[in-house]
């Protein structure tokens, strides 16, 4: 079996791609680093990967149990992998994992569909981990071409062929507002300089947060001393 490809830009064609490839992957390092610790998931924790693409998570988390989760078959994905769509339905029970990761993968799908999608990462994690790019940074980060996702659809489909994406994919972007209406606070800033390169949504369920809070509160009683006989 194939090593899967961790490449960023593996199906992107031209010398830009190429050139793109390994500053994508640092930068997705260091957002790694950054952000994922938020989750507080500890090594054996389960994790959903929902768009884990060939290899997803795995690349950078060897030591969680991770499941994939895709539209497409990914015959060489290197652990358990269930084919589905999470904005139609996940083939899993209510809070079955303790994390989902999902990782620029919403903006592949149609707006309509992403409330749906988002509730589907919300039932069946306990926490989840949503990172996608920012509308609001100045280039197409699949086609990398300046101001392409500002462009209505039609200008956009003939720039396209002028990037590294190849096939014409109507991606459309998210706004700040929308991470927040489908996975509340708090919306985390990736960062290129001034620039807001991506948005991170770390969070967790309502029976998850109490959970933490009572266990919080247990941590911090004082311990009961009974008084001494004389």
């Not at 509340?184 to 948005?199: A, D, H, Q």
Request: glycine share 8%.
């Amino acid at each position: 079996m194939a090593r899967p490809s961790t490449d960023v830009y593996a199906t992107a064609r031209g010398p830009l791609a190429r050139l793109a490839s390994p500053l994508a992957a640092r930068a997705r390092a260091r957002r790694h680093a950054r952000f994922f610790a938020l989750t507080g998931i500890r090594a054996g924790a389960r994790v959903l990967d929902v768009g884990c693409g060939q290899i997803g998570l795995r690349a950078l988390e060897p030591d969680l149990d991770i499941t994939g989760v895709d539209v497409v078959e990914r015959p060489d994905y290197p652990g358990p992998f269930v084919r589905a769509d999470a904005s139609e339905r996940l083939p899993f029970a209510d809070g079955e994992f303790d994390l989902v990761y999902c990782s620029s993968v919403i903006e592949h799908v149609p707006p309509p569909r992403r409330p749906a999608f988002a509730a589907e990462i919300r039932r069946v994690g306990r926490r989840w981990y949503v990172q996608t790019p920012a509308w609001s940074f100045p280039i197409e980060p699949h086609a990398l071409l300046p101001a392409a996702h500002w462009l209505p659809a039609g200008l956009r489909r003939r720039y396209w062929k002028l990037g590294a994406a190849g096939a014409w994919e109507d991606i459309s972007l998210l706004r700040r507002s929308e991470m927040q209406e489908l996975f509340g606070e708090p919306v985390l800033e990736e960062r290129m300089g001034r620039l807001v390169k991506s948005w991170v949504c770390v969070g967790m369920g309502e029976e998850e947060a109490m959970a933490l809070a009572v266990e919080a509160q247990h941590a911090t009683r004082p311990p009961h001393h009974r008084p001494q006989r004389t």
